[in-house]
């Protein structure tokens, strides 16, 4: 995998084409701290692409908010408590918009 900074993506984006070709994927960093992932796509796999990274950016922020429930404990609540939090929270936000 090739890491390539800010600046030096500035400086050779002529060569962007050849390097994503060359190296799959480009990590670009800051400060010497990863950034972004560049990866080549074309017309034929470019919606294909979209989905499955949004499919994983999904995947990743699900496991991040059940690793979370178990640290707070809530991942024990039974239906009827999750019923019962939501009901509060609409309660909450309609007398909320009552005060407008």
Do not use: C, H, W
Request: charged content about 30%.
């Amino acid at each position: 995998m090739k890491f390539l900074s800010v600046r030096e993506l500035r400086t050779s984006t002529n060569k962007l084409k050849s390097l994503l070709a060359k190296n799959g994927n480009i990590i670009v960093t800051t400060n010497g701290k990863p950034l972004s992932l560049m990866l080549p796509v074309d017309e034929a796999n470019m919606e294909e692409t979209l989905n499955d990274l949004t499919r994983i950016r999904a995947k990743r922020v699900f496991g991040e908010m059940q690793m979370q429930s178990v640290k707070n404990g809530t991942d024990k609540m039974t239906m009827a408590e999750i019923d019962a939090e939501i009901a509060a929270y609409r309660r909450e936000r309609k007398n909320k918009r009552a005060y407008r």
